[in-house]
């Protein structure tokens, strides 16, 4: 199995652009109500262009076959597709129940990052989309000296709340500013949970649970494992 890449972070958006971003068509009630079809159009546009413009920035000029041949392997499917699912965009994704079965195939976690890269033109700038691409096409994996740490293990600890716990006390203890942000995804009926925590501005980690109690738990567990803050 090969190595999974590291990824840059994804580029911060506003509220509105998140909420845009992970809502789907199915979800277009109304005109008031915001989805991300719009960013998709915008999205596959600013992604060619800033791919086009990375690839031939560093070949000849006219770019010669092995150059298009990397632009159309970058703007394919299946790349962007991948990008996806890397990024976990499907997870943070609202969508009605009636395309449940399809919002996890290629064609729409295509349409997703699409959308996504079209909010970051759009409120960030193409300069900030464009370095965004450019660390991604060029993430390395991790090295043999210094191989991804293994997962924490999985399940609650014995007493509830205990990891949320030691997150604020040691916080509090080194001063860090501590900040949380929740997103639901998912069916109204079934929602998955997703809680990010920040630390001092910089988010930190995330956590996943059908309730947003949860959710902060598995976050703050994440937190102090990668910190080595031990219960």
Not at 74 to 99: H, M, T
Not at 139 to 162: I, L, M, R, S, Y
């Amino acid at each position: 199995m090969l190595p999974l890449r590291v990824n840059p972070a994804l580029p911060a958006l506003s509220a509105d652009g998140l909420l845009s971003v992970f809502t789907h068509p199915s979800l277009a009630i109304s005109a008031e109500i915001p989805n991300n079809a719009r960013f998709q159009k915008v999205g596959d546009i600013a992604l060619q262009y800033a791919i086009v413009r990375l690839v031939w920035a560093r070949g000849p000029e006219p770019p010669d076959k092995a150059l298009e041949e990397e632009i159309h392997t970058l703007l394919s499917d299946e790349n962007i597709a991948e990008w996806a699912k890397e990024y976990r965009l499907r997870e943070r994704l609202r969508f009605g129940p009636e395309v449940a079965a399809s919002v996890g195939k290629s064609a729409e976690l295509v349409a997703l990052f699409k959308a996504y890269a079209g909010a970051v033109d759009r409120e960030l700038g193409p300069a900030v989309l464009t370095r965004w691409i450019e660390d991604l096409i060029n993430a390395p994996p991790p090295t043999e000296a210094q191989p991804p740490p293994t997962a924490p293990p999985p399940g609650p600890p014995a007493k509830a709340g205990a990891f949320s716990a030691r997150l604020n006390e040691m916080s509090q203890l080194h001063k860090h500013k501590l900040d949380f942000k929740a997103e639901s995804a998912g069916p109204s009926h079934n929602l998955t949970w997703t809680m990010h925590v920040f630390i001092d501005g910089a988010q930190e980690a995330s956590g996943h649970g059908s309730s947003k109690a949860a959710a902060k738990e598995d976050a703050a567990r994440m937190v102090c494992w990668k910190r080595n803050w031990k219960i």
